[in-house]
């Protein structure tokens, strides 16, 4: 029998399970959120094993297992950043931490000799490698079929990028990052009045209009899959502020007009520890209800949500069986480690079936692709196995084709239809 006429039974579940890895290991993903950045961006995108090693996750893990003063560290260079982490968490203590471990997997992956702990000879790899090649290799074996950046107007350093041509490869998809616009308004407001939109704090005259034109323009200007933003832990919805007036007024209509889904990341504590800059951002149960209610007001929109919180995970599954236009995506952030990565994709498929995207790598540093696909793919390769085994547990058949069709969703074909739904 040809591999797609293969059929699975309750009698051939060792072959499944062998069937499921091989396919999840050779179907190309989607990496729907990453904050990585197509060559136009220049020095925004980051690669190499000093940027992999000087990670924030690596720097929290750092400071705590050296108890440096976290001034100290930030006060030494890139390379003397990584020495220091090298040393201090790979040397001097074992590496199975989640970010630790993953610095290993890409060097492994990269076909490097792990066992030699040679970081100079890593870094000679690196060296002799060309931005364009490696993009090409670190694609290749993590089996990427495209990646969608996180992209912020606001940026400085971004910005002139789009406003001169912008990303023109068709591996890295635009997201408009909207953080300034929800999160600090009276910030933001006086950067669009400073690029001639007709915008003020209060949100009178013109403000909403112009507003949606902004929106409208980067949609337009960088042809992002959709619009998104990082909401704090007390995020609610409604409440009389300029936040919610700018959800209802502004965000969703654009979304609508532009049939783009609108993604709220939500479950971020800012700034617990402000000495450790980026790696000093937490996590706090969120507010659930506002997402169940934005869902039901406005139910020809389409909301993407990933929450950072391990406890909001069961109740946000549950309102996604609520809501269609509630689109789950990725084990985000202090979530993304195997255990939690194993228990959120086995509640999800158990409560949602098919209809979900398991993983988004959030990478920050290329080569973190090859590390984080390949953990996660292990893990949701044993997960929908065990799913299977139960199916077939009933006497249900399965055929291979039918295998590639769940897994083709599952690593990223689930997203682009929801794109496509009107
Ligand atoms: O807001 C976000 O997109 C987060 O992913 C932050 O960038 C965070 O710092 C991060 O890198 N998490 O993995
Ligand atoms: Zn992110």
Not at 345 to 364: C, K, N, Y
Request: proline content about 4%.
């Amino acid at each position: 029998m040809t591999a797609s006429e293969t059929l699975f039974t309750r009698e051939t579940i060792d072959a499944m399970r062998a069937a499921v890895r091989e396919t999840v290991e050779r179907t190309p993903v989607t990496d729907i959120h990453t904050h990585l950045y197509a060559p136009a961006f220049g020095k925004l995108l980051l690669w190499g094993v000093d940027e992999l090693l000087t990670y924030h996750y690596l720097i929290a893990e750092v400071v705590r297992a050296s108890r440096i003063d976290p001034a100290r560290f930030y006060a030494k260079s890139k390379r003397e950043q990584a020495d220091f982490i090298w040393q201090t968490l790979f040397i001097e203590r074992s590496p199975y931490s989640e970010a630790c471990r993953g610095v290993l997997t890409v060097l492994d992956r990269l076909g490097l000799d792990v066992a030699s702990r040679d970081l100079a000879a890593y870094r000679d790899y690196f060296a002799r490698q060309s931005v364009e090649g490696y993009i090409d290799t670190v694609f290749e074996r993590a089996n990427l079929d495209s990646v969608v950046m996180t992209n912020d107007p606001f940026d400085d350093a971004e910005r002139p990028v789009w406003e001169t041509g912008g990303a023109v490869d068709k591996r890295f998809h635009a997201a408009l990052r909207i953080d300034p616009v929800l999160n600090n308004w009276a910030g933001a407001c006086a950067r669009l009045k400073g690029w001639g939109y007709g915008v003020d704090e209060t949100l009178s005259g013109t403000a909403l209009a112009e507003t949606r034109r902004f929106l409208a323009d980067w949609l337009q200007r960088t042809r992002a899959l959709y619009m998104a933003v990082s909401l704090p832990q007390d995020f609610v919805y409604p409440e009389d502020s300029a936040r919610a007036r700018l959800i209802a007024e502004c965000i969703v209509p654009v979304a609508k007009e532009h049939n783009v889904p609108f993604a709220m990341m939500i479950g971020v504590k800012r700034a617990v520890n402000p000495a450790l800059k980026l790696a000093g951002d937490g996590v706090a149960r969120s507010d659930v209800g506002a997402v169940e209610r934005l869902c039901a007001r406005y139910p020809d929109a389409k909301f993407m949500v990933t929450m950072l919180a391990r406890e909001d995970q069961h109740e946000v599954s549950v309102a996604a069986r609520k809501f269609s236009n509630l689109f789950l995506f990725g084990c985000w952030w202090f979530l993304n480690v195997p255990s939690l990565i194993e228990e959120m994709i086995r509640m999800r498929f158990e409560l949602l079936g098919t209809s979900v995207l398991p993983q988004h790598s959030d990478a920050r540093v290329l080569d973190q692709v090859l590390y984080k696909w390949g953990h996660s793919r292990a893990i949701i390769a044993r997960v929908l196995a065990d799913k299977y085994a139960d199916l077939l547990g009933t006497g249900w058949t399965l055929k291979q084709s039918e295998i590639d069709r769940d897994v083709a969703g599952l690593l990223g074909g689930n997203f682009w239809k929801y794109l496509s739904q009107a």
